[in-house]
């Protein structure tokens, strides 16, 4: 099993935020807002995975330039 410092390295070679904490600090959105975007389908490229939301970070990043433009 990994711990937490490997996982993280992983994550970021793997380019995923995980969790809805995570994306939300990403998006610069509340918790709340957060998860109400991804229940309603307004971030449709989160995936769940098992208990965990999780998103690649240049995918999400590329949906809200692509939203901007």
Known sequence: MLDE?????????LDLVWGVGEIAKLIGRSYQQTYHMITGGKL??????????VVSR??????????AA
């Open 44 to 53: 449709p490229i989160v995936k769940q995975v098992g208990e965990r939301y």
């Open 5 to 13: 410092g490997k996982m993280n390295e992983e994550n970021e070679k």
């Open 58 to 67: 240049a995918k999400l990043i590329a949906f809200f330039m692509e939203d």
